[in-house]
């Protein structure tokens, strides 16, 4: 078998602890130490995420070793939890999570009184673009953003 299949057929092993582990304990560590608390969400739900995925592959290990390619599905799956284009993690928290675990009387991670278009909006966005963005709204205040939209789309209705 050649270098190039071997890697091929190993690539859970070579990339997998960098992706699932590696990568994800720098990004917490740097969460730590932001100021933000939108990137702990990501972390925190991702290392959830993924006790509950090693849980569940050690109590059924025999029958998984019987589920071909589950170590690349499981890879894959840690990738898009993981990979910032995605927030994976995020994403399930926000659409899975969190309806079950509602703690406090707001229960969402931004001020109450943005109205739920607002906050639909705010939740598309990356975690840094979503920081900037409520700092900016704690700063000057929703109507700004709004301003700011308005010009970008006059200047781009004028190319």
């Known amino acids: 078998m050649g270098v190039v299949a071997v890697i091929a057929k190993r690539l859970d ?59 690349y599905m499981k890879l894959l799956f840690c990738m898009w939890l993981v990979l910032p284009m995605f927030n994976g993690a995020a994403y399930i928290y926000e659409n899975y999570i969190r309806k079950y675990v509602k703690m406090g009387t707001g229960g969402y991670n931004f001020k109450s009184n943005y109205t739920e278009d607002q906050r639909k909006v705010l939740q598309m966005m990356s975690l840094d673009a979503r920081k900037s963005v409520t700092q900016y709204i704690d700063q000057y205040g929703w109507e700004a953003v709004e301003r700011a939209i308005r010009a970008a789309e006059r200047e781009t209705k004028k190319r």
């Open 13 to 71: 092993t070579l990339v997998g602890p960098g992706v699932m582990l590696l990568y994800p304990l720098f990004a917490s560590m740097r969460a730590i130490e932001s100021p933000s608390p939108l990137d702990d969400q990501q972390w925190l739900t991702y290392w959830i995420i993924y006790s509950l995925i090693t849980l569940f592959e050690l109590s059924c290990y025999k029958v998984l070793t019987w589920v071909p390619f589950w170590a």
